[in-house]
């Protein structure tokens, strides 16, 4: 992995940004990112990795860690590693009092953060988006809703979009997981442990550019391991799986 690091202050956010062959949009992304941020008065840092992009996406974020200095650290994955490890490698890095996570695809609108931070700034632990009118395919669509039936059984909690990459959560909450290359970030750690935590509907948009890099076997290895990890009971939930979809 390579990566380049600015600054050294604690800022009040950190924004964790995953990219994937995203060179089509990052520009913009980051353009509307800093507007958001900037609109909320508050000292922030932006951490952005490439996950094994072979595109452009590094040229564009080593251009950005140049021109601005809220860009603190960006980084390169040799290899597409995934979300979770990407956001983890942010994690690592990243100083600020809060994380907000989200991808560069512009399916969620950065202009949205304030809402989220708003909720926050309420008293809760985690504030999780969930995606009103989902611009997807059904081959994301169905088995997202049912690992979200699952997840919620197995949780016992009224969450609708465990999927959603689009959350602001306390540093002390992550930072007590000490995630790392031993324990990658999961969400639904996150979920399991935070004390207030809540949802709030954000706008889901078409993709712009280029081909989202989820297959349907990733998405389902990754929705059965999160059921797995919430669960106290997993075999029985495992086996309610098996019948739904038989």
């Known amino acids: 992995m390579e990566q380049e690091i600015n600054g050294n202050e604690v800022p009040d956010i950190t924004v964790c940004i995953t990219c994937h062959f995203e060179e089509a949009s990052i520009d913009e992304f980051h353009a509307r990112l800093s507007a958001a941020m900037e609109s909320l008065g508050r000292s922030y840092e932006i951490l952005m990795v490439n996950d094994g992009s072979s595109d452009r996406t590094w040229d564009k974020l080593k251009t ?10 960006v980084m390169d994955f040799f290899k597409n590693a995934g979300q979770q490890a990407a956001i983890t490698a942010c994690m690592c890095q990243g100083r600020g009092k809060a994380f907000i996570i989200m991808d560069s695809d512009l399916q969620l609108a950065p202009e949205e953060i304030p809402l ?26 169905v088995p997202s809703k049912i690992a979200n039936m699952i997840m919620r059984r197995a949780s016992q909690s009224d969450f ?11 540093a002390k909450l992550v930072r007590a997981f000490n995630y790392g290359p031993r ?27 280029g081909k989202s890099g989820w297959t349907f076997r990733k998405l389902w290895q990754y929705n059965m391991d999160n059921v797995v990890k919430l669960s106290q009971r997993p075999f029985q939930i495992l086996a309610s799986v098996c019948l739904l979809i038989s």
Request: net charge positive; proline share 3%.
């Open 160 to 170: 609708r979009d465990f999927g959603c990459t689009f959350k602001i959560y306390n």
């Open 183 to 209: 324990h990658i970030f999961s969400n639904v750690d996150l979920i399991a442990q935070a004390g207030r935590r809540v949802e709030i509907p954000v706008t889901h948009y078409p993709r712009k550019y």
């Open 116 to 141: 989220l931070v708003e909720e926050y700034e309420k008293g809760y632990d985690m504030v999780s988006g969930y995606r009103k009118n989902r611009h997807d395919s059904l081959l994301r669509i």
């Open 64 to 73: 950005l860690f140049a021109k601005d200095l809220h860009v603190t650290c």
